[in-house]
């Protein structure tokens, strides 16, 4: 967004930049990368919860998870979390009947993963199987038609994205979210 500082007439210095001058010749983005590189570099913490080093951005304000498991212990507490072996298929399942899906297949998201060559449909870049589950290169599965919009929740309409395209997709569908598809 365009402050009082950026110039209206002059653009930045760097090709193929034609943001508005803000200051040493640079647009406010190139500006910060040339002169505050470690501005919002993410730092080592430790999980709130079994103590792993994960990587987070330092003005996060939500305790440091490493895992879907830990987050749920910092949520609901230790009693909040069974003993027993979380499933991905049977949670998925239980949300898409919660989201009014009406074809319910059971199916492992790593399924996805491996017939989709772990590679986001939405930009074709490959997704990172080792990624903390908040980071935006993370696997996710997709529904390509919404669950909102009748959507099955069956390997048929399911594709690997990455976090950060499903989240910006939200539950659209790709065309409608900018996306090729």
Known sequence: MPSKADSPTRCCSRPDCSKPLRARGLCSTHYN?????A??????????VCGKQVM?????DRRTACSPRC?????FGPGGVSDHAYSWAVDAARRARLAGAQVIELFDRLDVFERDGWTCYLCGLPTDPH????????PTVDHVVPLSA???HAMANARTACLG???????RPAEAAGYRG
Do not use: E, M, W, Y
């Not at 987070?56 to 996060?60: A, D, I």
């Not at 395209?165 to 539950?171: E, F, G, L, M, T």
């Open 165 to 171: 395209c499903n989240s910006s997709k939200q539950d």
């Open 131 to 138: 990624a903390s589950p908040f980071s935006p290169s993370s």
């Open 150 to 152: 009748g959507g099955h």
């Open 71 to 75: 987050r749920r212990v910092i949520q």
């Open 39 to 48: 501005r919002h570099a993410a730092k080592l913490t430790s999980c709130a």
């Open 33 to 37: 990368q040339a002169h505050q590189p």
């Open 56 to 60: 987070r951005p330092p003005s996060s």
